[in-house]
């Protein structure tokens, strides 16, 4: 990832279609981002956070009909769905941009209108094999491939031409290849640049950029007859979210700052629009190119691709009862440490899901805060002792590890590896634990002459997991915060700077310490099968 030159980040997810409900893909990607984001604030980068939903098109058109309703009606409706469960699920979005917002399309019109002046676009024929019932084109190997049938009617497929807008993307296949070259963490993971990479070496075609068969769309400047195609449209959002179009504006005034992004976060599936198409629009519109674009694999539930006639569908229902069973913060923990970030499908089963509950919140992180802060209590009276450094640190520099960790954690963090990241503070707890079973500070307390001993190792002991709750915080941020106030510290993140907070000996020696019981075991995985969906 290239620096940026200022402290802004930015953080994109995609923009989601209102033809379908809310569910673990889009809840996933914006969780990720949630994560990063919390992050990024918390490390002291001014940092933006934009989600929202992808509102025009034929089948927004069509399913609005088939409900009797307006488009815009029905666009409201479902877009209205997803913002109310994102935050629900507390996501910390900044912008929730929709495509119908009147300054997205005012913008689009006008990027395309610059497109046209830079000569970009022009008006061309094409010729292919239509379907007359889904008003839906294939190309010669498609159709073949169908045997030039309707896969939905089974009518034949009638040869037919359209005059749309093209966007030439042809031009830029040489800048493009280049810029990759230079780049090469412009598309992670690498298998995923390699990937884009083969098929854009293949060469370019140009693409269309309107269309004519319906009108739920925003007009092509100057042409009533075209609507700029969907993808075009969508695309722009992650610009006219900052104003970009209209750099005058109070919005660009407050935002245009945040671009060039510095992750738009993206399944796999929509690769080729992001990482060809959209900084190809881009260098003609000679706007610098978004850091990195980062595309995740794949959910598939209980071992197979979900579905909603199988039965292993993870929608709302499915998650509000995970969420209900293991509280949402393990629901954020696994999606983070067990989900698609890299180029390999995940599954998302209820035994994985309880076993990594179990092994990491229950039994690391849990169990090692309630041990250490139940000896604070037995042995120093509920109040954090001192450390007068006179005793061994059983093979241990904590300063020197706990800043090692952190120094880790956040550089993971900053580069999307979010379960490395986790990873590198959970090794402090562990440590904490191991430091724990070879010191015996249960042991040593029953003899009075070591009580100086035992001050110093629940020291160490709290301090250093105040330092893995600080670094786990933007990942399991309501179970850090009770972990944190149980240290007697009060961090506001955000206003409080991760890298300060992490270096070692600021718990205060005299502070109260609490009992607590964050992650309460459950003997059984979830019962999947009983669900209602
Ligand atoms: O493609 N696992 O919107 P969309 C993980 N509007 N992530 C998944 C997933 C799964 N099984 N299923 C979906 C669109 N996703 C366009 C985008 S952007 C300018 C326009 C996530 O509603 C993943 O992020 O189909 C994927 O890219 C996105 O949902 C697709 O959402």
Known sequence: ????????????????????????????????????????????????????????????????????????????????????????????????????????????????????????????????????????????????????????????????????????????????????????????????????????????????????????????????????????????????????????????????????????????????????IWPAILMALDIPLPACIYAHSFWISEGQKMSKSMGNFIDCDVLDRYRETYGLDALRYFMATQGPLGATDSNFAASKFHETYTSDLVNTVGNCASRVNAMIGKYCEGVCPTDSGQCANGGVEWDEFTAKQAEASMTAMEQFDLSSSIEEALAIVRKVDAFINDTEPFKLAKDPEAKETVDNILYRCAEALRIAACLLWAVIPEKSAALLSSLGQNVTPGQDRLGSLTQWGQLQPGTNIQKIALFPRLEAPMDVTSTSS
């Open 1 to 276: 990832m290239d620096a940026p030159m200022n402290n802004h980040r930015y953080i994109t997810t995609p923009i989601y279609y209102v033809n379908a409900d809310p569910h673990i893909g889009h809840l996933y990607t914006t969780t990720v981002c949630d994560v990063w984001a919390r992050f990024s604030r918390f490390a002291g980068h001014d940092t933006f956070f934009l989600t929202g939903t992808d509102e025009h098109g034929l089948k927004v058109e069509q399913s609005a009909q088939a409900r009797g309703i307006e488009p815009q009606q029905f666009a409201d409706e479902i877009s209205a769905s997803f913002r109310k469960v994102m935050t629900g699920m507390q996501l910390t979005f900044d912008d929730f941009i929709r495509t119908t917002d009147e300054a997205h399309e005012r913008q689009v019109q006008l990027f395309v209108e610059r497109l046209q002046a830079a000569d970009a676009v022009y008006l061309g024929e094409f010729e292919g094999w239509y379907d007359e019932g889904q008003e839906e084109y294939y190309t010669e190997t498609q159709a073949k491939d169908l045997e030039y049938h309707s896969p939905i009617s089974k009518k034949p497929l009638v040869r037919a031409r359209e005059k749309n807008y093209y966007f030439r993307l042809s031009a830029f296949q040489e800048r493009l290849e280049a810029y990759f070259k230079k780049h090469p963490n412009f598309v992670r993971p690498s298998a995923r640049y390699n990937e884009v990479l083969g098929r854009l070496r293949a060469g370019l075609n140009d693409v269309p950029m309107s269309r004519t068969n319906f009108s739920w769309g925003i007009q092509m400047p100057n042409d009533p007859d075209h609507v700029i195609y969907v993808w075009i449209d969508a695309l722009f959002n992650y610009i006219t979210a900052l104003g970009l179009a209209e750099p005058e504006s109070d919005l660009a005034s407050k935002r245009a700052s945040y671009w060039p992004a510095t992750y738009h976060v993206i399944g796999k599936e929509i690769l080729w629009f992001h990482a060809v």
